[in-house]
């Protein structure tokens, strides 16, 4: 048994997940990987870890089940969420589950070290400066999408928008908040 603190990385991007197991290792940290939530929750529930860094899009259920679940397993779990698609609306949900912070990719592994030590709120990682409309129209509409778990059809009905166009919107940048 090794006295190096536990950590699950959970991405479903080989490459990336390959190279950051590897930083967290010269880190010193024992680090189990999974290449998605169906993956990883046997892991967790066998042996849940210290510490958890979760992509948030991957194939297959959400990276916010696996925080769930995590902090259901162990309250204490330290956990970074990582998305390349950051909002608001995720980053929120993230942390009401329970992962002590909310980084969006690229993030090196210095930087997902730092965050275990900085634990959360709904309203601290993000800057109080107004957004632009084009941001808040993308926040918006990822808030109803993760209200509809995802479904892209029941979204569109909701927001009285073509499925197309919605997939059109929600595939371009947000723009920047500032």
């Known amino acids: 048994m090794s006295?190096?603190?536990?950590?699950?990385?959970?991405?479903?991007d080989d490459t990336f997940r390959g190279v950051l197991k590897r930083a967290l290792e010269k880190r010193g940290y024992a680090v189990t990987d999974a290449d998605g939530v169906e993956s990883a929750l046997p892991l967790a529930c066998a042996d849940p870890?210290?510490?958890a860094v979760i992509d948030l899009k991957m194939h297959g259920a959400s990276g916010l089940v696996l925080v769930r679940r995590l902090h259901e397993l162990d309250p204490n779990t330290r956990i970074v969420m990582l998305t390349g698609y950051a909002s608001i609306a995720t980053a929120v949900e993230a942390i009401?589950?329970?992962a002590t912070q909310y980084l969006a990719?690229?993030?090196n592994a210095d930087e997902i070290v730092a965050a275990f030590g900085h634990r959360a709120d709904a309203d601290s990682a993000f800057d109080a400066r107004p957004a632009t409309v084009n941001r808040l129209e993308w926040e918006h509409i990822n808030r109803v999408l993760l209200e509809q778990n995802g479904n892209i059809s029941a979204t569109?009905?909701?927001l009285n928008m073509h499925r197309r166009t919605l997939q059109r919107k929600l595939n371009k940048n947000p723009g920047r908040s500032r």
């Open 156 to 158: 569109a009905r909701i």
């Open 49 to 51: 870890p210290e510490y």
């Open 105 to 107: 990719k690229p993030a």
């Open 96 to 98: 009401k589950l329970g």
């Open 3 to 12: 006295d190096l603190p536990t950590l699950l990385l959970v991405d479903d």
